[in-house]
């Protein structure tokens, strides 16, 4: 596939084409090394928001090489500066293996990606979902404690605050999708719609996640005063939110 001939409704003509050249350099760099180049989240579900959104990238690689990770090192010092980070490195056996050692992450990515060139690795493959329950109730949980432990390392200001909760939230959201899909329901991928479906399945109190998402939107900009208040919300919402979780599948697995 050309890098040309593809386009993404939704996602703004110049980020559009800064992927487009980033696709023809690292095609440049690595030559036949390199197997497919995919684009995935934000971009792709359509809640990208310029300025503040990343450019998530999978390269799909003939074989993880120290040589290969080090002539992408120098590549990207230029395109981490165009909001793309630092790709997944995969090849196709990683794939396979992900599908049902990482099946959250996994699905997050088979069912919203574009293949900007190249294969797709995730062509003919199906999601091994033997572990779901115990990866969604893992991931909740791991969240939760690193939120408590940045915090401390951030002092508790308000800076470290208002960059905290947006990586928190942006790191739930595959959570909340894995507890619709646990709970036979399908994913939703607008962050909203997606809160809302979820407090309304674990009848539970999630105004304080909305408000961190808000935040994350650049909807709501928080004053000093508020941003402890913001914090203390958002805490105890995730805390209720976990035990809850946790007792819902606790109670599947039986």
């Not at 386009?7 to 084409?17: A, M």
């Not at 450019?55 to 990770?69: D, G, M, Q, R, Y």
């Not at 996994?106 to 293949?115: F, K, M, P, T």
């Not at 940045?150 to 800076?159: N, T």
Request: charged share 25%; glycine share 8%.
């Amino acid at each position: 596939m050309s890098s040309a001939e593809w386009t993404i409704d939704g996602l703004p003509d110049e980020t559009q084409q800064v992927l487009r050249v980033y696709v023809k350099e690292v095609r440049m760099t690595f030559g036949e090394m390199l197997a497919g180049v995919l684009l995935y989240g934000s971009a792709v579900r359509g809640d990208f928001l310029a300025g503040r959104s990343n450019l998530n990238i999978l390269l799909c690689v003939t074989a993880c090489s120290l040589e290969l990770l080090q002539k992408y090192s120098s590549v990207h010092k230029r395109w981490g500066k165009e909001q793309i980070v630092v790709p997944l490195f995969m090849t196709a056996d990683d794939v396979r293996s992900t599908s049902s050692l990482f099946p959250l992450e996994y699905l997050d990515i088979q069912e919203n990606h574009r293949v900007l060139w190249g294969q797709d690795p995730f062509a003919g493959v199906k999601a091994d979902l033997r572990y779901l329950s115990a990866e969604v109730a893992q991931s909740f949980r791991s969240n939760l404690l690193r939120v408590r432990q940045r915090f401390v390392e951030g002092g508790g200001s308000e800076e470290a605050v208002t960059i905290l909760l947006p990586l928190s939230i942006t790191a739930l959201m595959a959570s909340l999708r894995g507890v619709q899909r646990v709970l036979g329901r399908p994913a939703f991928f607008h962050g909203d719609a997606l809160i809302k479906d979820v407090e309304s399945l674990l009848e539970i109190d999630c105004s304080g996640l909305r408000e961190a998402w808000s935040l994350k939107r650049g909807q709501i900009s928080p004053g000093k005063k508020e941003v402890p208040r913001l914090m203390e919300r958002y805490l105890e919402n995730l805390d209720r939110l976990v035990l809850r979780i946790e007792e819902h599948l606790s109670q599947g697995t039986r």
